[in-house]
């Protein structure tokens, strides 16, 4: 991984043959600069097809990147700390080493499945009432929380590429984010995408210097079509690197983010109330990426493997495709399978929200949530011709009640949506299934100063006040504790060879974007690329299910409400427009075909390669 190879397919792209531009160290951060008329990014498509391995991400520089170091012989974990480290530079509102992930892989010599737990932790000084106005008892503003050192928590992206590259890699952390850093460095384009994703952030980037001054270069939003460069980011990944991470957990990294973290850097003239966050050196030191084992259910003879708790995604997919399983959905009655897709999830957040948090400080029910038993209960809860009033409460999975009346629950608490996922496969037959995240796009908006990344907002996720006054709540802020997380990066097999893999963004939407597109998938007869490109709509146990505009302009609308579904339009999530999800997924053939799929238009449209491409 040490020289750029020049022997590369047609399909390869121009990252490759990118002329490299001097490294200037006196250019200030992020200094536009006009791109000559060659100088492009990577040629993007949504689906590609071959053999020999395969990414697919958001971006086409992070897709090339993961490419290739397949190419040069990488595993599947090589490539996808190498395509995480790239986004880190060219998706900075969407991931980087200032955040968490969770990361899953399917190792194909011994044809199991393992994951790191790299979510960020509250620090030691974090009480259960932390996110409440001591003098009125309630809950601070969401907004004051996301913007303040308060939320940020202990990053765990660092500790989760040593531990992947530790584990299962075979190239080490300094080769892994060479081209990472090689793009920071050199600049990537400016694409409309980066730049809406920059001023939905304007005003809140401009109440921090470092953030302004990197993000907002010469006071603007960068221009479309530019080079952007961040020579601060690859100072700092050079540093993680060759400290193998120290510099963040034990070193000067650490100690500028604690800084930064207790004494926000306002600028001048800002009006916002900014809290000091509560983070000591200590709790750096103390951060632990976690090996843990996968939630496994099987769902019509695939097994479908996914992240456990501390993150809900692998129990609410999971959950949900139990309680489906119940239900035959078929491609004949369209309008039924969605219904039950609904109500399935309905049901299935109702329970994460009574049940899931970190499994480190409450005893989470785990495998209770995944029986069969249990999820037949809660299937039975479904009418074909009417809808459930949410919310409705959860259940009990260590006692079930068969088909009791649902009862009434708690609204859903609020989560951002931002993120970003990617999917690798190597030549070898193992995969990679990774979500990472700073959480809201732009995290807490406040930049480590000269450091060149964002930190996390990401202890937003917990819950600031009991869901439920008297009932236990899991995901309350505590010392150490990792909020609850909805990310869900998810590998199916059969007979214990990968048939799909998949993930995406988007908050809590992220749980229900997995599972439409694995019903689309394999219930409802679509192609993944079909599956990954139709309507999304998610019901999260409201009143409402959020639809993306192409639904609510469908025949499948008025029939859903038929049955008493009711829609609203999605919020804005990543961009102004009104979106759910960004799927990243892989599916497998026969004779080690693989077809990578990205979005073809949502976030304006991912990238997905293959390291062969079938002509
Ligand atoms: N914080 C979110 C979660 O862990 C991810 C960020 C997002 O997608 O909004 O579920």
């Known amino acids: 991984m040490t020289t750029r190879r020049t022997v590369v397919t047609a399909a390869s792209t121009a990252l490759l043959t990118l002329p490299l531009l001097p490294h200037t160290a006196a250019a200030s951060p992020a200094a536009p600069e006009k791109t000559s008329p060659g100088l492009q990014p990577p040629a993007k498509q949504a689906v590609a097809v071959g053999h020999g391995g395969a990414v697919a991400s958001v971006n086409p520089y992070a897709t090339q990147v993961g490419i290739d170091v397949l190419r040069r012989g990488g595993n599947a974990i090589d490539a996808a700390v190498a395509t995480a480290a790239a986004l880190g530079v060219v998706e900075p509102y969407s991931c980087g080493v200032g955040g968490g992930g969770y990361f899953v892989h399917y190792d194909a010599r011994t044809r199991t499945v393992h994951t790191i737990d790299g979510r960020e932790t509250g620090p030691a000084r974090m009480r259960s009432d932390s996110f409440t106005d001591p003098a009125t008892g309630k809950a601070i503003p969401f907004d004051d929380a996301v913007n303040s050192g308060l939320s940020v928590g202990v990053p765990g992206t660092p500790a989760t590429w040593r531990k992947a590259l530790d584990t299962w890699g075979t190239v080490s952390l300094a080769e892994a984010m060479r081209p990472a850093i090689r793009i920071a460095d050199d600049g990537f384009v400016v694409s409309e995408q980066f730049r809406a994703q920059t001023e939905m952030n304007e005003d809140r980037f401009r109440d921090f210097t470092p953030t302004a001054r990197l993000f907002l270069p010469n006071g603007r939003l960068p221009v479309v079509g530019t080079l952007f460069r961040n020579p601060e980011l690859a100072r700092t990944y050079r540093e993680l690197a060759r400290t193998g991470m120290d510099a963040m957990y034990l070193g000067d990294i650490g100690r500028d983010v604690v800084r930064t973290v207790r004494n926000p850097?306002?600028?001048?003239?800002?009006?916002?109330?900014?809290?000091?966050?509560?983070?000591?050196?200590?709790?750096?030191?103390?951060?632990?990426?976690?090996?843990?084992?996968?939630?496994?259910?099987?769902?019509?003879?695939?097994?479908?493997?996914?992240?456990?708790?501390?993150?809900?995604?692998?129990?609410?997919?999971?959950?949900?495709?139990?309680?489906?399983?119940?239900?035959?959905?078929?491609?004949?009655?369209?309008?039924?399978?969605?219904?039950?897709?609904?109500?399935a999830s309905r049901i299935a957040f109702a329970d994460r929200n009574r049940w899931v948090g970190d499994p480190a400080f409450s005893d989470v029910p785990t495998r209770e949530l995944l029986a069969k038993e249990y999820a037949k209960d809660r299937a039975c809860l479904i009418r074909p011709t009417s809808a459930l009033t949410s919310p409705v409460a959860p259940g009990d999975p260590r006692h079930p009640a068969g088909c009791a009346d649902p009862g009434t629950g708690v609204p859903e608490p609020y989560e951002g949506r931002s993120t970003t996922h990617l999917v690798v496969s190597d030549r070898w037959g193992n995969v990679v299934s990774y979500t990472l995240t700073i959480e809201q796009t732009g995290g807490s908006a406040i930049t480590v100063p000269g450091r060149g990344f964002l930190l996390n907002n990401e202890l937003t996720?917990?819950?600031?006040?009991?869901?439920?006054?008297?009932?236990?709540?899991?995901?309350?802020?505590?010392?150490?504790?990792?909020?609850?997380?909805?990310?869900a990066p998810t590998i199916v097999t059969r007979d214990g060879r990968p048939v799909i893999a998949v993930g995406s963004p988007g908050g809590a939407t992220i749980i229900t974007t997995v599972l439409q597109t694995l019903v689309n998938r394999l219930d409802l007869g679509m192609t993944l690329p079909e599956a990954v490109a139709a309507p999304r709509i998610s019901q999260r146990n409201g009143a409402a299910t959020e639809a993306e505009p192409a639904f609510l302009d469908s025949p499948d609308r008025p029939a859903l409400e038929a049955l008493g579904q009711h829609f609203v339009l999605a919020p804005p999530a990543f961009t102004p427009s009104p979106e759910i999800g960004a799927v990243a997924a892989l599916e497998f053939g026969s004779h080690g075909r693989v077809t990578a799929v990205a979005e073809p238009k949502r976030r304006d449209g991912g990238s997905a390669m293959v390291v062969h491409p079938t002509s």
Not at 320 to 338: C, G, H, Q, T, Y
Not at 465 to 487: C, E, H, Y
Request: charged letters at 25%; aromatic letters at 6%; hydrophobic letters at 35%.
């Open 265 to 343: 850097p306002v600028a001048p003239g800002s009006t916002r109330t900014v809290r000091r966050g509560l983070m000591e050196r200590s709790d750096l030191a103390a951060y632990r990426a976690i090996l843990r084992a996968p939630t496994r259910t099987t769902y019509h003879g695939l097994d479908v493997y996914s992240m456990a708790p501390s993150s809900s995604g692998g129990t609410t997919v999971g959950e949900a495709l139990n309680i489906l399983e119940n239900l035959r959905l078929s491609p004949a009655d369209k309008v039924r399978a969605l219904h039950d897709y609904l109500e």
């Open 461 to 487: 996720d917990f819950d600031f006040t009991p869901l439920r006054a008297g009932v236990p709540d899991p995901n309350l802020p505590g010392a150490g504790k990792r909020p609850r997380s909805s990310m």
